[in-house]
């Protein structure tokens, strides 16, 4: 076995010098090389147009395997969904949870947050009294510091410290919607 290895390493040896030694020294040779390149490239683009084929097969399958998996997970956390509202969760502020051995289903609950147009509402705040605090000097919202000082409650924005309900342009409830998940 030694030997063959050593034989092959000597025969490679030999093709590297052939190749570095063989010149074009004459028309035909030049030709023929030219002939050579061609085969070579025509080759190449047969076997790459059965490549991309078999490319376009194979992504074709997966597709189609894709498709498979989407309906069958789809039908499978639909009637989860439908299982998770029969059984007793464990509830938080923002989600219900039921855990099982091979995963957990979770639901994310509805959440209310601002919508907030900084211009309009920045533009609005300058002509209520009381509100001077939340505009910054440079003629910006100071939107966090509003934000702790306000409150979401059915659907209307509430002043904290006065209790007072605020209607200002640009600032508004958006409800996101809750979402099914499971995860493992």
């Not at 051995?101 to 979770?106: A, D, E, H, Q, R």
């Not at 509100?131 to 306000?150: P, R």
């Amino acid at each position: 076995m030694n030997e063959n290895y050593r034989l092959s390493d000597i025969f490679l040896s030999v093709e590297e010098e052939e190749r570095e030694t063989w010149k074009i020294d004459n028309d035909n040779t030049a030709d023929w090389a030219l002939d050579k390149i061609k085969e070579s490239r025509e080759e190449y683009e047969r076997f790459e147009k059965v490549a991309m084929a078999k490319i376009e097969q194979v992504k074709a399958a997966l597709d189609q395997e894709k498709k498979k998996m989407e309906n069958e997970t789809g039908f499978f956390e639909s009637k989860l969904r439908e299982y998770i509202e029969t059984v007793k969760t464990k509830d938080t502020k923002t989600q219900k949870t039921y855990s099982l051995p091979s995963g957990k289903l979770v639901i994310k609950k509805d959440k209310e947050d601002f919508k907030l147009d900084k211009e309009k509402v920045l533009e609005n705040l300058k002509k209520l009294e009381g509100y001077e605090d939340y505009i910054k000097t440079k003629e910006d919202l100071a939107w966090g510091d509003l934000k702790k000082n306000l409150a979401i409650a059915d659907g209307q924005i509430i002043n904290k410290t006065t209790g007072e309900v605020l209607d200002i342009e640009g600032l508004g409830v958006e409800v996101k919607s809750g979402k099914f998940e499971i995860k493992f």
